[in-house]
């Protein structure tokens, strides 16, 4: 009968922990608003595997410019792809501006995606 009745307590408090893992300051849940921010230039993260080359997405800015994408769960990544010969940004206007083409979600998330706060 004690283990049924601890078993609510003994849940929250694995609740309460595992939500720490997660949160903290300027991180909220992501809702699928699209405009969310979904990545910035900052690495708060503390992955122990790390991100494998050429798994990124590619996506097409307002300028016709390919850039590259990797979610991660908490931590987003992204750059600008640049001609390995002649260092020019890849331009090439093939897809509409906002596409997206490829797997974005690398092979080890680990957890759901949360997104920046927008300070709401």
Sequence with gaps: M????????????????LSGCVGGDGLQQYN?????????????GSDKVS??????AIVYDPDGCQGWMIDDGVEGYSGRRFDP????PICNKKYPPGTVIGQYQS??????????????
């Excluded at 092979?107 to 709401?120: C, F, K, W």
């Design 85 to 88: 010969k002649s260092g020019l």
């Design 51 to 56: 991100i494998a080359d050429g798994h990124a």
């Design 107 to 120: 092979d080890s998330p680990g957890i759901r995606d949360y997104v920046p706060s927008n300070g709401n």
């Design 2 to 17: 004690m283990v049924k009745s601890s078993f609510p307590l003994v849940m929250g408090v694995v609740v309460l922990v």
């Design 32 to 44: 699928g608003n699209s405009n969310a921010i979904i990545a910035t230039s900052q690495d708060r």
